[in-house]
C-alpha cells in the first residue's frame, strides 16, 4: 500500500491556468496547450470553480452529498478507465440504492463500490452530516469481516473512504490472516475537508494513486473471481451478492 503516498509522476492537469488563479496550488496543477482540452484537464478545472466550494456538504441528504464526493473520486476514476481503456484499469463502479426494482440480500452494501476484474478492492461510505464522521469510519469494517479467497483470491487488502459532510478521509482494510490489532483499519490520509480546494487537489491525488495500485493487483487476480456486492440481475429484481 506504499504507492498510495507516491508522488505523482507529473503535476495534475487543468484547462484553464488555475495555477496562476490559484497559486498555492501551483507545485499540484499546470496548463498545457495540448491538454487543456481533454476531459480529464475540464474537470479537474471544475472542481477547482468557485461552484464547487460554494456548495454545502454539510446538514444535507446523502443522494446531495454524491454529487461532491463522486466529482472528486467516481468520475475520475471513470475518465482513466475510458481514456486508458478497459484492458490497462478494468474497473466498474456502483453506487447502493433503495430502487424499488432491486432486492437487496443483507444490509452490507457500501454507499460505493469499485471492482477490479470482479474484485472489491475499493469502497465507501457516507453520512450527511458532519457529526457522524466517527459512525461513517466505523462502517467500512464493521461491514466486511473477513477475506475470503473465492472473492479475493490471494488479495488481502481493501481501500475504503469515510466521509461525513465535507469531511473525508482514505482508509485500507488490512485482511491479512496475522492481524491481531484492535481494528484492522489502517489510515492512508489525513481528514480532509471537501470545501477547501487544497483539500479537493490532495483527494484527486489518492484517486490518481488508487487508480495505479488498481492497474497493479488487476493483473494477478484470478479469473474464478465471485463479485462481492454486484447486482445479480433476475427476471424480477436486481439482487445483491453479500457475503
Request: with cysteine; glycine share 6%; net charge negative.
Amino acid at each position: 500500500m506504499s504507492l498510495i503516498h507516491m508522488p505523482l509522476t507529473r503535476k495534475l492537469p487543468v484547462s484553464f491556468y488555475e495555477e496562476i488563479k490559484f497559486p498555492q496550488l501551483a507545485d499540484f496543477i499546470e496548463t498545457k496547450n495540448d491538454e487543456c482540452g481533454s476531459d480529464l484537464s475540464k474537470h479537474i478545472s471544475h472542481i477547482l470553480t468557485d461552484i464547487v466550494q460554494k456548495q454545502s456538504l454539510n446538514n444535507t441528504s446523502e443522494d446531495m452529498l454524491h454529487y461532491g464526493v463522486d466529482s472528486m473520486i467516481r468520475v475520475p476514476l471513470q475518465i482513466f478507465h475510458e481514456n486508458l481503456g478497459g484492458g490497462v484499469l478494468p474497473i466498474e463502479m456502483d453506487r447502493n440504492s433503495k430502487d424499488q426494482g432491486t432486492t437487496t440480500i443483507g444490509n452490507k452494501r457500501p454507499d460505493f463500490l469499485c471492482w477490479t476484474n470482479n474484485v472489491l478492492l475499493f469502497k465507501g461510505e457516507e453520512k450527511a452530516e458532519i457529526g457522524n464522521f466517527s459512525e461513517a469510519v466505523d462502517e467500512p469494517e464493521g461491514k466486511f469481516d473477513k477475506f475470503d479467497p473465492m472473492y479475493f483470491g490471494d488479495i488481502q487488502f481493501m481501500i475504503c473512504y469515510a466521509v461525513a459532510g465535507p469531511r473525508l478521509r482514505f482508509f485500507a482494510i488490512d485482511g491479512s490472516p496475522n492481524t491481531n490489532l484492535p481494528s484492522r483499519l489502517v489510515a492512508l490520509s489525513n481528514q480532509l475537508d471537501m470545501s477547501k480546494r487544497r483539500d479537493r487537489v490532495s483527494i484527486l491525488c489518492v484517486v490518481v494513486n488508487i487508480a495505479r495500485i488498481m492497474r497493479t493487483v488487476s493483473n494477478t487476480i484470478p479469473e474464478m473471481i465471485v463479485p462481492l456486492g454486484k447486482r445479480l440481475k433476475t427476471e424480477k429484481s436486481n439482487n445483491y451478492n453479500i457475503n
